[in-house]
């Protein structure tokens, strides 16, 4: 596509709930992010696959957090037994990574923004 | 560990003058980049200016420029004829090498006032 496309835009969730966010990266970039941006913060980085593999995943927080990309293009977050503290901007990046230019910028999608009531 | 801080959480400007948004951040790392990045109420991160570490020249783009200091670690951005559209978030970042994740500042919410 010609952006990183996330969905969906929101979610509302009771506490204890099961959630999946989808993010489908600009095609043909290798490498993926995830980000977390709470109210009034700026974006804390989750996990970052290259290809599909989860090249750095020191961002998650607590092992209820789990995010896959079995194909290397679509990702999927998923957040098990969700609690209020999970309320935030879930922020989806690519870029380029190994096999084109190197600008080191990351495109970002418009994010999910997930409410845990 | 690498770390950026925006010491200015709120800023203001009148339509037309000239801003100047503050950032600094700490890495041991010789290869970096460096970036700006603004977040409208879309939340859309949209990339504003990149410097390359190994570059000394100040990157510009259109009415945006950087004030890159290696040695003192600062990265500041400099809005040139401030428009009304140029209200939004705007974020530091850091970029170790060209690849891994990007480290953000907290932020600077800049309002422009016609």
């Not at chain 1, 995830?34 to 092992?63: C, H, K, M, V």
């Not at chain 2, 974020?91 to 016609?114: D, E, H, M, W």
Request: glycine share 10%.
């Amino acid at each position: 596509g010609a952006g990183v496309s996330q969905t969906p835009s929101n979610k509302v969730t009771e506490k204890g709930k099961y959630v999946e966010l989808r993010c489908d990266p600009i095609s043909g970039h290798t490498a993926l992010y995830w980000y977390r941006q709470s109210l009034g913060q700026g974006p804390e980085f989750l996990i970052y696959f290259q290809g599909t593999g989860a090249a750095d995943d020191s961002g998650l927080p607590n092992d209820r957090f789990f995010a896959v990309r079995p194909e290397g293009s679509v990702s999927t977050l998923k957040i098990q037994r969700t609690e209020r503290g999970d309320s935030a901007v879930y922020l989806c990046a690519s870029s380029q990574g190994l096999a084109g230019v190197q600008t080191g910028e990351l495109f970002f999608g418009e994010g999910s923004r997930l409410t845990v009531l | 560990a690498q770390t950026v801080t925006q010491s200015q959480p709120e800023m203001s400007v009148q339509e037309a003058e000239t801003v100047t948004l503050s950032c600094t951040y700490d890495t041991s790392e010789n290869n970096y980049y460096l970036f700006w990045y603004k977040q409208p109420p879309s939340r859309q991160m949209i990339l504003v200016i990149r410097q390359e570490a190994y570059k000394q020249q100040n990157a510009t783009e259109n009415r945006f420029s950087v004030n890159f200091q290696k040695a003192a670690k600062s990265f500041s951005l400099k809005i040139s004829d401030s428009q009304l559209g140029d209200t939004a978030m705007y974020f530091c970042a850091f970029r170790r090498g060209s690849q891994g994740n990007l480290i953000f500042g907290k932020g600077t919410k800049l309002s422009v006032k016609p």
